[in-house]
């Protein structure tokens, strides 16, 4: 669905007295590197080679085209992925974003070895396709294509949050998504209309290549920032 003009300002535009992007300053700097941020998570990364990979990479090209392209911090193609489940991360080691049964002070090598031992016999989940359902300044929003396909990725999710032992807040209502950048400074209300059309254009050339995202199988991943994400327990889907 094409993100509209008072949702792109309402999210991504310069309003009077708004604070700093939510992460400038510890997952990433004013210049764009990001920064260690230490934590676990699942994944599906984006398959390599595929045709939704290289729609990603000329869409990457045409934000970084863009005049004021330097308020982003674009993320390495080599992480694009969606996340299925949110696992931990430093920083925020405090109930329902940790499990109940570990002590807040545990290192995050020693959680993300944990989650691997308890993820080991993980059965998984059904199958599921995604598709695109906006693109916004910061990436792509996904959905599962049917509701038979929004079900499993409940299941999925559903499953982790068993084992694991937590559950987000928004842990029924979380916006699945691909991130390709993050805010460095907020859009000035004059360039937001030139952001919508390029983000329409964007969002319609990537259905048209790829209706079905070409994802791998979910995977339990470590990392250290949000350059890379290490594969550690890697799903089959039933």
């Known amino acids: 669905m094409p993100i509209d003009l008072p949702t792109l300002a309402q999210h991504f535009g310069r309003q009077p007295d708004r604070v700093p992007p939510r992460h400038l300053g510890t997952r990433y700097n004013q210049a764009g590197v990001f920064l260690p941020e230490p934590g676990n998570t699942v994944v599906c990364h984006v398959a390599e080679g595929s045709a939704t990979q290289q729609a990603l990479m000329d869409a990457r090209l045409v934000f970084q085209g863009m005049a004021d392209a330097a308020k982003l911090a674009f993320t390495p193609v080599a992480s694009y992925h969606m996340t299925l489940f949110q696992g931990i991360i430093e920083g925020r080691r405090e109930y329902p974003y940790w499990p109940r049964d570990m002590n807040s002070d545990t290192s995050i090598a020693a959680m993300t070895d944990d989650f691997a031992r308890r993820l080991g ?51 029924e209502t979380y916006e699945f998504h691909i991130t390709m950048a993050y805010l460095i400074d907020w859009i000035d209300a004059d360039a937001l209309p030139e952001w919508q059309a390029m983000l329409h254009a964007v969002e319609a050339d990537i259905v048209q290549r790829a209706p079905v995202l070409e994802l791998r199988a979910p995977a339990f991943c470590s990392f250290a920032d949000m350059n890379w994400f290490e594969e550690l327990v890697v799903f089959n889907p039933r």
């Open 121 to 171: 016999d993980f059965a998984g989940g059904p199958a599921f396709q995604v598709a695109v359902n906006g693109v916004a300044p910061t990436g792509l929003r996904l959905e599962g294509v049917t509701a038979a396909d929004r079900q499993a990725m409940a299941d999925w999710r559903d499953g982790f949050s068993d084992l694991l032992g937590y559950r987000h807040p928004d842990h």
